[in-house]
């Protein structure tokens, strides 16, 4: 009974067991977003550990360069090919260096696999503990984290931007409590040390974590709009925070024997190509969370936003406001940034991943009153609908790179007859971007955009050590050289694979750019390998060209023998 009386002291016992319970509850309701989370992860890693080799388009030449680091470049033929340099590089080259230390102690493809795992888990994994460091705490909201791991710029295989990016991440969620033990002083060294990290994984993993520390100095509040000498102290404490990497990053240029882009001429440099395009900015904003097909990245993430914007609009979304105005800038960025910047192509798409990582780690949604009797319920079910929108993406995106996987098991099979040393040239089945959207899922982006199988005959060099012109080896952005005579049918960064239909008239047709090797395909190249030869080209029925003899067909894979004209030898670039 409610006024039942009790002895001395049992209203105390009573009070604090009652509390104690509370505590229990509690801690028990702030491990569950975590081992949901900790299932996030898990349900990230399923697609990376099952597929060899997943259809991300610059992966294949990644794996080759890193196979000729960790020791192929010194095996013959490659050492008559290739150089590797790894000291003529300051940025962008974490995974070359990881190859180069741990890649000689495990298969090629097992290790590209872990990197493509780091790739996929530390960006959403980094936002958020990012999240859980400013709000102090687990949430919910943390369990949809892992929504945000599938997008553009891991589809196209940027693997060291990915993982910077998380390692970025990382770095600024330990921030606070590394600045609480280390002194000012102390963080200095911590903030120039992980700028150090950072830089060589990749250019923009050092600027990511600048614009962090940036908005880490700012705070959660917005006291520092208050008046223009909170404003003043609030730009001073960013000046502070980010004077480490913005010093790194100037003596990195400084020491560099070639920067980005030094391979081009300077008037190629930086291109709009056919000037700002609000249409294509909007795409570029969209491919923050674009995987394989829009209208299941909107179904999976929408609901994720969603419950964002309905606590807005019912008050009760938390913000962080240093990070929320840092992903304002990483927005702006995207539209004001044009899409080549020093020889580097897909500039502005890096912005809207950042955006987006970063908005998500600055916001705290609380949906459910905190006096409400069954909020640990309430909010149990939130992160669960959330693990189950992780789980069904994952199986989605898991599924179209399993599908995938008998292109690359036909190429395996197209390419061995190809002896060592020989030099093999890739060409392609084009086709117009409403035909992609027929053929089979995974080998265009989004259905309809960039073919992400380009880059598989760089398989070639690990499979049959034999040469393809594709591999990147562009003056100060990757470490690997190609020796001459071989650098004159060598293609310089973001080459492609040009139709089928260019053979016949290569002397004199207009190719893409960096692809005037192909020229050379009847007296320099010993194959010719086709791609995407189970759907038809644009240009109509593909008549092979004299001096071409079919050796392989593996459906997706064709591989042609090259006879040289008469007086010619074949492969005369050995």
Not at 93 to 118: C, K, N, S, T
Not at 282 to 307: E, M, N, Q, R
Not at 447 to 462: D, I, N, R, T, W
Not at 492 to 503: C, F, G, K, Q, Y
Request: with cysteine; hydrophobic share 55%; net charge positive.
């Amino acid at each position: 009974m409610a006024n039942r009386l009790e002895p001395a002291g049992s209203a105390g016992a009573s009070a604090d067991a009652s509390r104690t319970a509370r505590l229990r509850a509690g801690a028990a309701s702030d491990w569950l977003p975590v081992i949901l989370l900790a299932l996030g992860v898990v349900a990230l890693a399923l697609p990376v550990l099952t597929t060899p080799i997943p259809p991300l388009l610059d992966y294949p030449n990644h794996l080759a360069r890193l196979w000729l680091e960790a020791g192929g470049a010194a095996e013959p033929p490659f050492d008559r090919i290739y150089a590797v340099d790894l000291a003529s590089v300051r940025t962008n080259i974490g995974i070359d260096l990881l190859a180069a230390w741990v890649g000689p102690l495990l298969p090629i493809e097992r290790f590209g696999q872990l990197l493509v795992l780091a790739a996929v888990v530390l960006p959403p994994l980094g936002a958020a503990l990012l999240n859980r460091a400013v709000f102090r705490g687990s949430h919910w909201w943390q369990v949809g984290f892992p929504l945000l791991a599938w997008n553009w710029t891991l589809i196209a295989g940027f693997l060291n931007f990915q993982i910077g990016l998380g390692l970025a991440l990382l770095a600024a969620a330990a921030d606070a409590a590394l600045s609480r033990r280390a002194g000012p002083a102390g963080m200095f060294l911590l903030r120039a040390a992980f700028a150090v990290l950072l830089l060589l994984t990749h250019a923009f993993a050092a600027l990511f974590y600048a614009g962090l520390l940036a908005a880490l100095a700012l705070g959660g509040g917005w006291d520092f709009l208050l008046s223009r000498a909170r404003l003043v102290q609030g730009a001073w404490r960013v000046a502070l925070a980010v004077l480490p990497v913005a010093l790194l990053v100037v003596l990195a240029g400084l020491s560099a024997p070639a920067l980005p882009g030094a391979q081009e001429d300077p008037s190629t440099q930086t291109s709009w190509e056919g000037g700002f395009s609000l249409y294509h900015k909007l795409v570029t904003l969209f491919s923050a969370i674009g995987a394989h097909k829009a209208v299941y990245d909107v179904l999976c993430v929408g609901p994720f936003a969603v419950l964002a914007l309905w606590a807005l609009a019912r008050r009760r979304l938390r913000v962080h406001a240093g990070l929320l105005l840092a992903a304002v800038a990483f927005l702006v960025l995207t539209f004001a940034v044009p899409p080549k910047v020093a020889g580097t192509y897909f500039v502005d798409a890096r912005f809207p991943l950042m955006m987006v990582l970063t908005g998500a780690a600055a916001l705290r949604p609380d949906l459910v009153a905190p006096a409400w009797p069954r909020r640990r319920a309430a909010e149990a079910l939130l992160a669960g609908m959330l693990l189950v929108l992780v789980g069904a993406r994952a199986a989605w995106v898991g599924s179209v790179w399993h599908e995938r996987q008998a292109d690359v098991a036909a190429l395996r099979r197209a390419l061995a007859p190809v002896e060592p040393g020989r030099a093999v040239l890739q060409v392609t089945h084009a086709m117009s971007g409403p035909a992609r959207r027929t053929a089979p899922r995974g080998r265009y982006y989004g259905g309809s955009g960039p073919m992400l199988y380009e880059h598989l005959p760089a398989l070639a060099v690990p499979w049959q050590h034999a040469f393809v012109p594709i591999l990147f080896a562009s003056r100060g952005k990757q470490p690997l050289r190609v020796l001459p005579p071989w650098d004159e049918i060598a293609g310089p960064d973001n080459t492609t694979a040009v139709s089928v239909h260019r053979l016949a008239d290569a002397e004199h047709a207009a190719l893409p750019p960096n692809t005037d090797y192909v020229r050379a395909w009847r007296t320099r190249f010993d194959y010719v390998l086709v791609l995407n030869a189970d759907q038809p080209d644009s240009e109509g029925p593909v008549a092979i060209p004299a001096g071409l003899e079919l050796v392989a067909d593996e459906g997706f894979a064709r591989l042609y023998r090259v006879h040289p004209p008469a007086g010619a030898a074949p492969g005369t670039t050995r």
